[in-house]
């Protein structure tokens, strides 16, 4: 399955969605085709974006179940507009901040549908500890990147063992097959680091090596 397949087969038949950052309007286009939800909010922070969106859903036919909105995040939604709100394709940090600068809204939403591009791990210490609960997870490999696709909805904060932060603990129970790739590529990368630092013999990296170390034992713990 694609990264935008993945995103839409996670959202939950519902009324509106609202697709952050819409740019070519896919995501927007796949839920109503579909049927899986009546009304899309796409918004963007950009003008060319959105207008792409706007030409692309006119193009199919889908505009007059669009509504395009111009600005940052959830700031151009009203609190309880957005039953499913979609934030795809950006990094981690940034899907963080939208969801801390707009929490009303975000809490409001049933379903938060949220596909970061990097710092994962943030984006999931960031719920966690912010009062969202990750409900559900998938993992998806396009040539040799994979993405991440989180299900989350308000939940009490707590705060969970950093390990879990970055090898996500769901998908672990799913016992998915393509964690196992994705954590022998972890797995791998850490072991380049560390004998590149060994091999400059500079005792400054010993405390990064030693983390290393110990990240890749405890990684391999939650695989045995
Ligand atoms: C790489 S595209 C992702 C498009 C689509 N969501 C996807 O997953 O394929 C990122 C889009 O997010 C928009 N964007 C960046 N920051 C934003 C923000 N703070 N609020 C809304 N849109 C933003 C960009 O203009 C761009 O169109």
Redesign the pocket.
């Known amino acids: 399955m694609n990264r935008?397949k993945c995103i839409k087969s996670m959202v939950d038949k519902c009324s509106t969605a609202a697709?952050?950052?819409?740019?070519?309007g896919?995501?927007a286009e796949m839920l109503l085709k579909e049927g899986i939800c009546e009304k899309v909010i796409a918004?963007?922070?950009?003008e060319g974006?959105l207008n792409r969106a706007k030409e692309h859903l006119s193009s199919v036919k889908l505009s007059d179940k669009c509504d395009f909105r111009l600005g940052?995040?959830l700031t151009v939604l009203n609190e309880g507009e957005a039953d499913a709100i979609i934030i795809?394709?950006?990094g981690g940090d940034?899907i963080s901040e939208?969801i801390e600068t707009s929490k009303d809204t975000a809490m409001k939403a049933k379903q938060l549908i949220l596909?970061p591009m990097t710092a994962v791990d943030n984006l999931r210490r960031y719920l966690s500890e912010h009062g969202f609960e990750i409900i559900d997870e998938n993992i998806v490999r396009e040539y040799n990147h994979f993405y991440f696709i989180i299900k989350a909805k308000k939940g009490l904060a707590k705060k969970e063992d950093e390990i879990y932060y970055e090898i996500s603990r769901i998908l672990l129970n799913k016992k998915e097959p393509l964690m196992l790739d994705y954590i022998n590529k972890v797995l791998n990368t850490n072991k380049k680091i560390i004998s590149s630092l060994e091999k400059t013999d500079n005792t400054e990296y010993n405390i990064k090596i030693e983390s290393l170390k110990k990240k890749n034992k405890k990684i391999k713990e939650l695989i045995k």
Request: proline letters at 5%; charged letters at 15%; hydrophobic letters at 35%.
């Open positions: 935008l697709d952050i950052g819409t740019d070519h896919y995501v918004t963007d922070l950009n974006p940052s995040g795809a394709g950006m940034l939208i596909q």
